[in-house]
């Protein structure tokens, strides 16, 4: 067993990390600043949705297997290693923000007393993790004191806890062979398959590939697993949309695609682009990277360009859909988080279309099953629901924007027979066809000539 600290654990990452080491048997001691989420989090209850996570939390609270606090000391005092989970937003430049991991470090300074292995979570540009050391070196021994580890996150949101238990792969960036001890004994239980809770998805029959690197290494290796991730993305939407130029059907396509063990399947959904808090951000913190070495990164230039044109493309469609101007008609956007399966809307691309919809006169109604309270906090005047059928009651143009299973399972026969009949564009190809045709619904679907 480890003493773990860790810093940012209110966040998806830090939270997830925080529940997870501690159903691994470990002794967590989870810190952040913002203090009523930390409240919430004492009561077992978490303000970000990921699943199965309550559950588990509160069993762990009732054996005292993890601890809540807003104070970093209590983190760190014990702590054999302490995990910096807290967010490096991009700047307006493209860079990222590292405000707040440098502010986690000045305290560090001054808050270790013995050796502690410092593991940065928060995916940081390279070359910050020297900042970081040089912080700590201020007044500790590198080596004797302390050590700086990379050890990227590839979490989903949402589906957080699904990924940690069942990793592709573990990835550790160290200098010293005692920093990587440490890392190794943390990781041995679930290497081992060993958990102290009830954790559904934990295979112990599969070996998880583990790799040992030094820090720069692992600190790009995450930066280009979301760069790859994003370039599938890209690379889909494109073709997505030369299929209906030439009249192809991408639902095919991406079959026949994924049937190569070369290329796969996943990540090769088409839509509205990629959204959300990482894809982006650590696209564009690549880019800087790269300009900063004197590095013309050409190809993620062209992924980016190619996600922001999704946006413009779709807007077309509605306006094409319209036949003439925006002004006083009513369009219901399915999907307001930056995906399925989260409450989380930064970077969502459904709140931009919403902003220029309501730019052009548009009246909009949003539905999300998790998000909406998130969505109504950021813009106050957007009309958002639970209930997918009320967002559609009215409304001119439907566009599904995600790939939440329900949005198939609309009756939308008994949506025409009550009379509304509305446009429907769908940016995922996630509805059934067939009942749209059947149902005489006027309808689009992205990257097919229908
Ligand atoms: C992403 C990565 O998938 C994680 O591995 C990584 O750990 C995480 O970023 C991070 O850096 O923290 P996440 O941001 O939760 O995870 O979102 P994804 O599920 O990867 O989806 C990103 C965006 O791409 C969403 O807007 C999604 O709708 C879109 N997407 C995804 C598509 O448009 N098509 C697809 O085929 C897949």
Redesign the pocket.
């Known amino acids: 067993m480890t003493d773990i600290g860790v810093i940012g654990g209110a966040g ?2 830090g939270l997830v990390t925080s529940v997870a080491f501690a159903a691994l048997g470990h002794k967590v001691t989870s810190m952040d600043l913002d203090i009523s989420r930390i409240r919430m989090l004492k009561t077992g209850a978490s303000a970000v949705y990921e699943e199965g996570l309550e559950p588990i939390l509160g069993e762990l609270l009732a054996q005292g297997r993890i601890t809540f606090t807003h104070d970093q000391y209590q983190a760190v005092q014990d702590s054999d290693a302490v995990f910096i989970a807290v967010g490096t937003p991009s700047l307006a430049d493209g860079r990222a923000d590292m405000s707040a991991v440098i502010d986690v470090a000045e305290n560090l300074r001054d808050q270790i007393h013995k050796y502690t292995v410092i593991v940065i979570k928060s ?1 940081v540009p390279v070359g910050a993790i020297n900042v970081i050391s040089e912080i700590l070196r201020q007044k500790l021994t590198e080596g004797e004191d302390f050590d700086v580890v990379s050890n ?9 806890l699904i ?1 940690f238990f069942s990793p592709s792969r573990i990835i550790i960036g160290a200098a010293s062979d005692r920093a990587f001890e440490v890392l190794r004994d943390i990781y041995k239980p679930l290497r081992k398959g060993k958990v102290v809770v009830d954790v559904p998805w934990i295979d112990s029959d599969r070996e998880i590939p583990y790799v040992e690197t030094d820090v720069t290494s692992a600190q790009l290796t ?1 930066y280009a ?2 760069a790859f ?2 370039t ?2 890209s690379f ?2 494109e073709i997505a949309g030369l299929s209906e130029k030439v009249g192809g059907n991408i639902e095919d396509i991406v079959l026949g695609l994924g049937f190569d063990p070369r290329i796969g399947s ?14 982006d951000k ?1 696209l564009r913190a690549l880019i800087t990277i790269a300009g900063e070495n004197s590095y013309d990164p050409v190809m993620f230039q062209g992924v980016l360009q190619r996600n922001e044109l999704q946006l413009r493309e779709v807007m077309n469609k509605i306006v094409r859909a319209l036949g003439s101007s925006l002004y006083g008609k009513r369009i219901a956007l399915l999907g307001l988080a ?3 399966g ?1 409450n ?1 809307v930064r970077h ?2 459904s709140i931009r279309l919403y902003r220029a919809l309501r730019d052009q006169g548009a009246s909009v109604a949003g539905h999300d099953f998790l998000a909406v309270q998130e969505a109504i906090e950021i813009e106050p005047d957007l009309e958002a629901t639970s209930d997918p059928e009320t967002a559609i009651k009215g409304a001119d143009v439907v566009v599904v924007l ?2 939440e299973v329900s949005y198939s399972e609309i009756d939308w026969r008994s949506l025409v027979s009550g009379g509304i009949s509305p446009y429907v564009i769908d940016t ?1 190809g996630i509805l059934d066809v067939d009942v749209l045709s059947a149902s005489e619904i006027t309808f689009y679907v992205q990257g097919s000539s229908l």
């Open positions: 998806y990452v995916t990227p996150e590839f979490l989903r949101e949402g589906s957080g990924d995450k697993a979301n991730l994003a599938r993305i889909i939407n996943s990540y090769l959904e088409p839509g509205i682009g990629f959204g959300g808090p990482c894809l650590d930056f995906k399925e989260t989380d969502s691309l995600n790939s995922r």
